[in-house]
């Protein structure tokens, strides 16, 4: 007789109804920050929780920043990881690449905004940008790498490195590309990069991420198949939430004082950011003779980072300029529509030289 699989669960069946409609819950949750934002913006302040006898402090941005990677944590298939040591170079280039692409991206974009007629030159955008490319490889990327059939080891191992270099090499980047700023925003960017030194990156990004990693290699099976199904929606939702939270701050403000130079500016800037990133990426993978899903994997590390982890550093580190917060709304969208593209079209197999 044919084996009957069983039926999925509940809590199985609204993971997939998100999943299969990700896209459009992300525009509602920007919509409703943008019609809505009052929610939002309470829950970006921060709050306390009464304890006996003191009150402990509460932050809802970085409670669901770490729910979404201990989830990609708890997703991440360590042992998948053997093959690395037998094909190392795509992980390399990978890291590589993710350590200089801000060297090269983010002076070109202030070379072209120091010569506008903003008052500061850019240096709010600058930074906004810096935030961003500075934060390691977006767990997110290992589920559209899944998506489009690529090389799942190499993504896994992108992902992991990266976070767990992530307080050596966010203070480097930001300590680098420091001097491009000017006035307070180069001062704030140094008190970010302190911050992420003190611990920004150690407990907010890889702490998470490696309690779910260590969780899911110590759990049973049907202990791990139910931790999964209650807290891969759980995380999924908490993303979404997440979303709407940083779009309240930026996009609430817009509405009360409409800024549409700064909105062209942002989206501008986010694009040329994450066009020449996705752009590198592919362009390495075919310069190394990578096969296509190796170069699918490589392009998709270079691209996506993790957006969310930089709202929650500037919010922490700029929460009296939520209007910073639009180039790295416009990254995240853009960054998926782009992985969108390279997983559906699939880069095609190197050729051969004949």
């Known amino acids: 007789m044919e084996e009957v699989s069983p039926r999925p669960s509940g809590m199985e069946r609204a993971t997939q109804w998100l999943r299969q409609r990700l896209g459009r819950t992300v525009v509602l949750a920007y919509a409703a920050a943008l019609f809505l934002p009052g929610p939002g913006v309470w829950l970006r302040q921060a709050h306390s929780l009464p304890l006996v006898p003191g009150q402990l402090p509460w932050s809802t941005s970085q409670f669901l920043l770490a729910l979404v990677l201990f989830s990609a944590g708890l997703q991440v298939p360590v042992r998948a990881l053997g093959g690395l040591f037998r094909r190392p170079l795509a992980l390399l280039a990978g890291l590589v690449l993710h350590l200089a692409i801000p060297l090269l991206a983010i002076p070109a974009v202030a070379f072209l905004l120091h010569r506008t007629s903003d008052s500061d030159g850019g240096s709010g955008l600058i930074t906004a940008m810096i935030l961003i490319v500075a934060m390691p490889v977006a767990a997110g990327a290992t589920v559209w790498t899944g998506k489009g059939e690529g090389d799942q080891p190499t993504m896994v191992g992108l992902v992991l490195a990266s976070t767990l270099l992530s307080p050596l090499t966010i203070p480097l980047v930001i300590r680098t590309l420091q001097p491009l700023l000017s006035g307070e925003y180069a001062s704030t960017l140094a008190r970010a990069g302190h911050t992420t030194q003190g611990g920004f990156a150690l407990v907010g990004v ?127 969208l853009l960054q998926k529509t782009a992985a969108s593209r390279v997983v559906s079209r699939r880069l095609p197999l190197p050729s051969s030289g004949t």
Do not use: E, Q
């Not at 709407?244 to 509405?255: D, E, H, I």
């Not at 270079?302 to 990254?331: E, F, I």
């Open 206 to 332: 890889v702490g998470p991420c490696a309690t779910g990693i260590v969780l899911r290699l110590l759990l049973p099976a049907p202990w791990l198949k139910r931790w999964l199904s209650t807290i891969v929606p759980l995380a999924l939702a908490g993303s979404l939430l997440l979303t709407y939270v940083n779009a309240s701050g930026a996009l609430g403000t817009f509405v009360a004082h409409p800024r549409p130079l700064l909105l062209a500016a942002a989206l501008t800037v986010a694009t040329l950011v994450c066009l020449l990133s996705f752009a590198v990426g592919r362009g390495a993978a075919r310069l190394l003779g990578l096969d296509a899903p190796a170069a699918s994997s490589l392009t998709l590390a270079c691209g996506m980072n993790n957006s969310s982890a930089s709202a929650v550093l500037l919010t922490t580190t700029l929460p009296d300029k939520p209007h910073l917060l639009l180039p790295v709304l416009a990254y995240g």
